[in-house]
């Protein structure tokens, strides 16, 4: 076990040397969290209640969305976008003749940068948009306790869709098209184009029950307190689909390195 | 007990190629009806021309590639079902590629690789200070691998593949792109680790020094079929490469004629002439001694890159 705890700290040392990276990237959210909050206050001043999220809902809805699109990996990850390319390329080689499970040391590189993106900059826009905005905080131990767990669940369960997603390298041979229909059906279904608790009907059934959903809607309604069946419920159902996932994965992966062809030479 | 042991294997990959609409699909045997064993402390040097199946094969013994025929035991499991057990057990340097992660500095990766193969501390810290003393790698610990140059970062690699004490070590092109002080200090390197930990190396290579520095054993394979195995020497002697006679005589003459030998070049009083290894020299010098105005010569040997030359390129058989 030692190895995959030694990888995933070395992932966050990695990731904490991209300085500037970091800072462009949280004061990229921060604009973005003023253009949002713009068009939302316009949403919801039409529509008050809309969703059942009132006014300051929304808003910490946008500013948590954009603390946390990077560390869950909305729009994919360093990480998985790179075992993508290796998949591509063939280097996937040097990993699989390591005395290494493929996922869980993936996964390990993978929590290592969410956790470094989380801590250092997850926040940050948070901070910036409660000095403009009247935010929600929660309160009481518990609810932070569940907050914290609800965020490492969601990005297990991202994981679990972005592994996917570079292991299909190996039967399609070109798999950026995976990626752009994954990042497609990641913005939409996680709620970050529109919180999706605005979708009525079926369709907002639907997209509250895929995985996409579990990744960042779920947390940020633990942390405003509005998952439909309470807080229970929710990571239950978080932890669902990390189940589902995960075992397609490492079928996926034992299926991948049996049958398999290794590009190049 | 042999090491490695390969019976009938046979590794074929479907080749996909699109003309327009139509698709094609051919059959590549990349390696066909392969036998051959390995002896524990053996040094074997894997060669063939480009495409001939080296990689494949050695894909196939590190357990990352299934055979499509045949049977591998390697440290006496099959190494595709055991592939993790056998990891543990091996070392393996692709010289394309790289084990050392890019964004760490030397030392990180060794610390990695060292919780990896559960190497204890005590003979971690042994046997990296070893490598860093033969490999020269001191000064390059705490720098990032993708500021290593391809020589350094090649050194690197061999020592990651051996800090876990592997009892087999599989390297693919090793020295590739390597200047030649590099390379030697890298053979030098290996002779010592398999003289003293008794390690079984397989190494293919394109450079036949490498072969001659190192590698007690040669193979020869060629579009997936094994066409030698043996020593150097026994390789240099099963070859009827013709061996060349330089002659220089007091003056320019049309071709000489000696029985035996024929004459395949010209150049002012100077004249080369082949003659198969079956034929002894000395009476062919007497010949020509006795018959023309000799002043000096020369028989060269075939060199092992001649010899191989031949073995890639089959004479047509009638
Ligand atoms: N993934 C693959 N898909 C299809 N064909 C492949 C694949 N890998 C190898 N081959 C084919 O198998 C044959 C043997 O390839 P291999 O890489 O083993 O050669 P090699 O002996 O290592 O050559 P080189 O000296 O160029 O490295 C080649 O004809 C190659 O095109
Ligand atoms: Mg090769």
């Known amino acids: 076990m030692g190895v995959y705890w030694a990888i995933g700290v070395r992932s966050f040392r990695r990731f904490s040397t991209y300085r500037i990276a970091t800072a462009s990237g949280a004061f990229t959210n921060t604009v973005f969290g003023f253009i949002l909050c713009g068009i939302y206050l316009t949403l919801w001043h039409e529509r008050p209640g809309l969703g059942g999220y009132d006014v300051s809902d929304a808003l910490t809805f946008v500013w948590l969305q954009q603390g946390l699109l990077m560390p869950i990996g909305i729009f994919g990850a360093t990480t998985t976008v790179e075992l993508g390319e290796r998949v591509r390329s063939g280097e996937i080689a040097?990993?699989?003749?390591?005395?290494?499970?493929?996922?869980?040391?993936?996964?390990?590189?993978d929590l290592g940068r969410a956790m470094f993106q989380l801590i250092v900059r997850g926040g940050a826009p948070l901070l910036v948009g409660a000095f403009v905005f009247d935010?929600?905080?929660?309160?009481?131990?518990?609810?932070?306790?569940?907050?914290?767990?609800?965020?490492?669940?969601?990005?297990?369960?991202?994981?679990?869709?972005?592994?996917?997603?570079?292991?299909?390298?190996?039967?399609?041979?070109?798999?950026?098209?995976?990626?752009?229909?994954?990042?497609?059906?990641?913005l939409f279904f996680s709620?970050?184009?529109?919180?999706?608790?605005?979708?009525?009907?079926?369709?907002?059934?639907?997209?509250?029950?895929?995985?996409?959903?579990?990744?960042?809607?779920?947390?940020?309604?633990?942390?405003?307190?509005?998952?439909?069946?309470?807080?229970?419920?929710?990571?239950?159902?978080?932890?669902?689909?990390?189940?589902?996932?995960?075992?397609?994965?490492?079928l996926a992966t034992s299926f991948a390195t049996l049958k398999v062809v290794i590009q190049g030479g | 007990m042999a090491v490695i042991e390969l019976s009938n294997v046979s590794r074929a990959f479907?080749?996909?190629?699109?003309?327009?609409?139509?698709?094609?699909?051919?059959?590549?045997?990349?390696?066909?009806?392969?036998?051959?064993?390995?002896e524990p402390g053996e040094v074997v040097g894997y060669i063939g021309p480009n495409g001939a199946g080296k990689s494949t094969t050695i894909k196939m013994l590190t357990g990352i590639l299934v055979p499509t025929g045949g049977s591998i035991r390697v440290a006496g499991v099959d190494p595709s079902r055991n592939r993790l057990k056998l990891a543990k057990r091996i070392g393996v340097v692709?010289?394309?590629?790289?084990?050392?992660?890019?964004?760490?500095?030397?030392?990180?990766?060794?610390?990695?690789?060292?919780?990896?193969?559960?190497?204890?501390?005590?003979?971690?810290?042994?046997?990296?200070?070893?490598?860093?003393?033969?490999?020269?790698l001191g000064d390059l610990l705490d720098v990032p691998v993708r500021q290593l140059s391809l020589g350094q970062r090649m050194r690197g690699d061999i020592a990651a593949a051996l800090l876990h004490d592997p009892e087999i070590v599989y390297l693919d092109e090793p020295t590739i792109g390597l200047d030649v002080i590099s390379k030697a200090r890298l053979r030098e390197f290996l002779a010592q680790v398999n003289a003293e930990r008794r390690t079984t190396i397989i190494l293919t290579t394109h450079d036949l020094d490498d072969i001659e520095a190192l590698c007690s054993r040669v193979m020869i394979i060629d579009h997936g079929h094994q066409?030698?195995?043996?020593?150097?020497?026994?390789?240099?002697?099963?070859?009827?490469?013709?061996?060349?006679?330089?002659?220089?005589?007091?003056?320019?003459?049309?071709?000489?004629?000696?029985?035996?030998?024929?004459?395949?070049?010209?150049?002012?009083?100077r004249q080369h002439l082949t003659f198969p290894t079956t034929t002894k020299a000395a009476p062919l010098l007497a010949e020509i001694a006795a018959n023309y105005p000799l002043v000096d010569l020369s028989v060269a040997e075939p060199t092992i890159e001649s010899v191989i030359t031949q073995l890639y390129t089959p004479t047509p058989t009638s």
């Open chain 2, 227 to 269: 066409i030698f195995d043996g020593t150097l020497a026994h390789l240099r002697a099963s070859q009827s490469a013709p061996r060349t006679l330089v002659v220089d005589l007091a003056t320019s003459l049309p071709p000489i004629e000696v029985p035996g030998a024929t004459v395949t070049k010209v150049n002012g009083p």
């Open chain 2, 94 to 136: 692709f010289g394309q590629r790289t084990t050392l992660w890019w964004d760490l500095p030397l030392k990180d990766s060794f610390a990695v690789l060292q919780k990896m193969y559960d190497v204890p501390r005590a003979r971690h810290r042994e046997n990296l200070a070893t490598f860093v003393e033969l490999l020269d």
């Open chain 1, 191 to 250: 709620g970050t184009v529109l919180p999706l608790v605005v979708f009525p009907g079926w369709i907002g059934d639907f997209a509250r029950a895929t995985p996409w959903a579990a990744t960042l809607q779920v947390p940020i309604d633990i942390w405003l307190g509005r998952n439909p069946g309470g807080v229970g419920a929710a990571l239950l159902f978080q932890l669902g689909w990390i189940v589902v996932l995960l075992l397609i994965g490492q």
């Open chain 2, 14 to 38: 479907t080749v996909t190629s699109r003309t327009g609409f139509r698709r094609t699909r051919r059959e590549v045997r990349a390696v066909d009806g392969l036998s051959f064993t390995v």
């Open chain 1, 135 to 186: 935010l929600k905080f929660p309160s009481g131990a518990l609810t932070w306790l569940a907050i914290a767990l609800g965020l490492v669940l969601g990005i297990l369960v991202s994981f679990g869709l972005r592994y996917l997603v570079a292991l299909s390298g190996f039967w399609i041979t070109d798999s950026r098209g995976t990626e752009h229909l994954a990042l497609v059906l990641s």
């Open chain 1, 94 to 109: 040097v990993d699989l003749y390591r005395p290494t499970h493929l996922m869980l040391w993936w996964l390990s590189v």
